[in-house]
């Protein structure tokens, strides 16, 4: 074990392991230039710089030509926000297109070398010059019959068409390359085409929001051939990216769920997925259609997520689909393939994920951007390589390189050994050291939560796991791996003994009356709730835990049941004992030790009445040997052990004539005494009638001595037996202490 033990006080039972290895524990740390794969595998990941930062927040849609400059299109919240930026590879900006409209939505450089920007909403298609004032519209959908509000998308065909894909309603148009009128190529019963891919071959691929579908359509130089195929409905409502791979395989990320299928509107579902909304009439001349827009869009402006993830899916060449990836809490906005390796751009954490073809299920998280949403990619030249990155909130350009990052440096989260430990070895996966993982380790330690806070420095970890210098013991550990061209991690382990610390007997109670048998289940109005007392307002207390749920007793006279809540920090077992004393003596004496619950009922009749106190030890013996064992303990409030009756005084009564026709009366005077507890009440019975309440003298019961004096009405005869002396009566008497131990006495009045 590295480092030397430390002297004074008993250590912890057996060395702990904290162990990081999973992809969900990676992802806690932070990561630079690191990549993380889905089993939890770090390797070093693509160089990413920013190359263009705007005064926005919005960036919808970039592109590249063959020079190697970008296109950045770009949104606001306000009229105007239209604004389309080329950098130059230095970084250095101009603008090259300002629009009334709210964004620019798409961006493509077109197969013949011009670029294009479609914007929304209620937005053109322009032909983007050299400056602002350059710009030419292509397209305005408010010249066609729809008139749709949206434009999502623009691709162009090898014979030079464009093709549009507009959103409420959902169609797409084809503007001849030779300015001819621009017709519709397909619509759909969806809301929106949301995305298109256009392939070499002239194969049109669109993705729709509303049913999730994917339609493939062949496109000729002289136009569109046959009718759209829908080759996919997806899970997902909304389709948000479309790609290739160089076999001819295309991939597409679907985002939200899909509202239930309107079969009473005649609407199509199946196949194609939901329809629109019911057409509900406006007046009685017509009717209103109600456009929502995309989910993605909604959670890229709003900040916020869609709560059902998103999928990415492969239509393989033969058109059989097949599901790659789930993300629970990503929202895929872009594909995009760049050596090989298909990318996908999410939000809201601004995360790159490589996404595995060959493995369902398996991914990488390549990068993290300092932005909540990777909003488009845009493929460099081959000359110059990598990938543009578009993102919102805030609105940047990263350009991510097809090389690995030269410093991948990778810090774990902060670890709390709750409590001071000494630090030992580290154990690395593949081993670490230049000769073998191409990795280096390095680790820290502390006694406050931020490593900023008077820390150690960071120390080198060799190839055995030794640290190069005596790590530090203290509460707080960290690790840091710096990897080399191809290095990896795959978990990373730590060694550490925590400081023994004494166990806690956070709270006491005591309830007398009450026992708890193991197997006893008496019926509900016999039974005691055995609580911990509430905190008061604004006073801290102990943390319950599962222990500290109501106990259910037994009412039991003779019983009295002792609960305690208490914990270890170091997570060992424990063992109680249980001693008593009465108020007002020195020794403690013995209830019952090495007991393994949390509670302890005896019988009151081990011990005299009278006022007594109880101490809960707590011990973690089970653990540690008796000379390195350590306890606690805590004494409980007062409580009285009362068994006794009241003894009872003379009971003298008097026979008092009514009346004529008034019943007769009996006077009587009598008084009770405790020994330990105050007299709770009286009643009294007159010939084995009803009993009665009784006051005592001054009417407040509260002494242990009361006196009563009371007069009582003899009942009416009734009955058939004959009677030999209708003057004879039975007075009864009975007293209870605060205990509900009883006496009772009688006397005949003549």
């Not at 389709?239 to 001819?248: E, K, Q, R, S, V």
């Amino acid at each position: 074990m590295a480092g030397a033990a430390g002297h004074g006080g008993a250590w912890a039972q057996g060395t702990k392991l904290w162990t990081v290895s999973r992809y969900d524990e990676m992802e806690r740390g932070t990561a630079e230039g690191v990549a993380i794969r889905s089993d939890g595998r770090l390797e070093a990941g693509p160089a990413t710089s920013l190359l263009y930062e705007t005064v926005g927040n919005y960036v919808w849609s970039v592109a590249a030509d063959a020079a190697g400059n970008a296109y950045v299109g770009m949104g606001g919240t306000a009229s105007g926000g239209a604004v389309v930026m080329r950098v130059a590879p230095d970084g250095k900006a101009a603008k090259v297109f300002e629009g009334k409209e709210l964004g620019v939505q798409a961006v493509r450089v077109g197969s013949d070398g011009r670029v294009y920007a479609a914007t929304s909403p209620d937005g053109k298609v322009y032909r983007l010059g050299a400056t602002a004032a350059d710009a030419a519209v292509v397209f305005d959908p408010a010249l066609t019959e729809e008139k749709p509000k949206y434009l999502w998308d623009v691709v162009q065909a090898p014979g030079k068409d464009l093709y549009v894909a507009a959103g409420a309603p959902a169609v797409v148009y084809r503007v001849p390359a030779g300015g001819g009128k621009t017709e519709v190529a397909f619509r759909t019963v969806d809301q929106h085409i949301r995305c298109l891919l256009m392939v070499p071959d002239g194969t049109l691929w669109a993705g729709t929001d509303g049913g999730g579908v994917i339609y493939k359509l062949k496109t000729t130089a002289t136009g569109s051939t046959g009718k759209p195929f829908a080759a996919y409905a997806a899970p997902k409502r909304e389709i948000t990216a479309l790609a290739m791979d160089a076999a001819g395989n295309v991939y597409a990320a679907g985002v939200g769920a899909k509202p239930a299928a309107n079969a009473a509107a005649g609407q199509p579902g199946g196949m194609l997925g939901p329809g629109l909304p019911p057409l509900p009439v406006s007046g009685a001349v017509g009717v209103t259609i109600t456009f929502s827009q995309p989910g993605s869009a909604t959670a890229a402006t709003a900040n916020t997520l869609v709560p059902e993830g998103s999928e990415i899916y492969r239509i393989a060449v033969d058109g059989s689909p097949q599901r790659l990836l789930a993300l629970k809490d990503d929202v895929v906005y872009a594909l995009a393939f760049d050596q090989g390796n298909l990318l996908a751009a999410t939000g809201n954490r601004g995360r790159l994920y490589r996404v595995d073809t060959g493995m369902a299920g398996r991914f990488t998280d390549v990068a993290h951007l300092e932005a909540a949403q990777g909003m488009a990619f845009a493929a460099l030249p081959s000359a110059v390589g990598g990938l543009l990155v578009a993102t919102s909130n805030s609105g940047k350009v990263f350009r991510l390189e097809d090389k690995p990052a030269a410093n991948a440096t990778y810090t774990s989260e902060v670890f709390d050994a709750q409590g001071f430990a000494q630090w030992g070895r580290v154990e690395a996966m593949p081993q670490s050291g230049p000769a073998a993982g191409g990795f280096d380790l390095l680790e820290r330690s502390g006694n406050v939560e931020s490593p900023l806070l008077g820390w150690s420095e960071w120390a080198p970890v060799s190839k055995a796991g030794e640290a190069a210098a005596v790590l530090a013991g203290g509460r707080f550990a960290q690790w840091k791996a710096v990897l080399r061209a191809g290095g990896a991690v795959e978990s990373v382990a730590l060694n550490y003994l925590q400081k023994n610390l004494a166990p806690v007997v956070d709270e006491v109670v005591v309830q007398p009356g009450a026992r708890v048998t193991a197997n006893a289940m008496p019926p509900q109005n016999a039974t005691v709730q055995v609580n911990f007392p509430a905190p008061a307002s604004g006073v801290p207390s102990f943390v319950p835990d599962a222990n500290a749920q109501p106990l259910t007793a037994q009412k039991d006279k003779t019983g009295v049941t002792v609960r305690w809540a208490a914990h270890d920090d170091n997570g060992d077992d424990l063992i109680f004992s249980v001693w008593y004393r009465g108020v007002g003596e020195r020794n403690w004496r013995l209830l019952k030790e090495k007991i393994a619950e949390k509670f302890l009922s005896f019988d009151s009749a081990l011990l005299p009445d009278g006022r007594y106190e109880v101490r809960v030890v707590a011990s973690d013996s089970p653990v540690h040997t008796d000379a390195e064992a350590l306890t606690g303990e805590r004494v409980s409030g007062e409580f009285v052990v009362d068994t006794t009756p009241p003894v009872p005084g003379v009971l003298a009564a008097t026979l008092l004539a009514g009346a004529a026709g008034s019943p007769a009366k009996i006077h009587a005077t009598f008084s009770a005494k405790d020994a330990t507890s105050p007299i709770a009440h009286a009643e009294y019975s007159v010939d084995a009638g009803p009993w009665q309440y009784l006051e005592p003298v001054g009417r407040v019961s509260d002494s242990l001595e009361e006196r009563y004096d009371f007069t009582a009405t003899v009942p009416a005869a009734s009955g058939t037996a004959p009677v030999a002396d209708a003057r004879e009566h039975v007075l009864a008497v009975r007293v209870y202490d605060r205990y509900e131990n009883v006496v009772a006495v009688k006397t005949v009045v003549r």
